[in-house]
T-cell receptor
């Protein structure tokens, strides 16, 4: 599965949009982009996934570049409860998840 | 059940003892995964079960680690002769990887925090 690169940390103001970047320049055609987050002392939680089209659900939006080499997770209105480590993962369907270091997001009031 | 459950939630053991960690996946989920997370680190894949196929054991760190799964139900992760470096949170996840499945979201349990003294 392709490797991903994320910034180690970022701060965000409560109520503002949080844009989390991820680079996956070695992604192959059958690999999906997944985002999970892990709130302190909890197991990871699925957020969203996509293949090549932009996706939106009740939690977030996922913007994937046309060449699929990078993506951005958007939390439209960050709340204090969104403070967590966010993991961008690229993998083919059915394969295990390989978690990197993620981005530690701190939402500040 | 409503979600993935794991037991015990916390386990403290002495170095050299064996431990068993249990995972109850979501009913009907065909795939089950074990991960390990050391303090302040990301998740490390340990082992993956899919239906009746041979498990993917490529992440097990040593032969002291083993896991079993009965059908598509409960799984047990066993660590023999525990060492202090085994101290971590052990997470279990399950997903439905049925025929024709293109995307399979993994649902995680709360984890078992293992402390080896």
């Amino acid at each position: 599965d392709a490797k991903t690169t994320q910034p180690p940390s970022m701060d965000c103001a409560e109520g503002r949009a949080a844009n989390l970047p991820c680079n996956h320049s070695t992604i192959s055609g059958n690999e999906y982009v997944y985002w999970y987050r892990q709130i302190h002392s909890q197991g990871p939680q699925y957020i969203i996934h996509g293949l090549k089209n932009n996706e939106t659900n009740e939690m977030a939006s996922l913007i994937i570049t046309e060449d699929r080499k990078s993506s951005t997770l958007i939390l439209p209105h960050a709340t204090l409860r969104d403070t967590a480590v966010y993991y961008c993962i690229v993998r083919a369907a059915g394969n295990k998840l390989t978690f990197g270091g993620g981005t530690r997001v701190l939402v500040k009031p | 059940g409503a979600g993935v459950s794991q037991s015990p939630s916390n386990k403290v053991t002495e170095k050299g003892k064996d431990v068993e960690l249990r995972c109850d996946p979501i009913s009907g989920h065909t795939a089950l995964y074990w991960y390990r997370q050391r303090l302040g680190q990301g998740l490390e894949f340990l082992i993956y079960f899919q239906g009746n196929s041979a498990p993917d054991k490529s992440g097990l760190p040593s032969d002291r680690f083993s896991a079993e799964r009965t059908g598509e139900s409960v799984s047990t992760l066993t660590i023999q002769r525990t060492q202090q470096e085994d101290s971590a949170v052990y997470l279990c996840a399950s997903s439905w990887n049925g025929p024709g499945t293109m995307v399979n979201e993994q649902f995680f349990g709360p984890g078992t925090r293992l402390t080896v003294l």
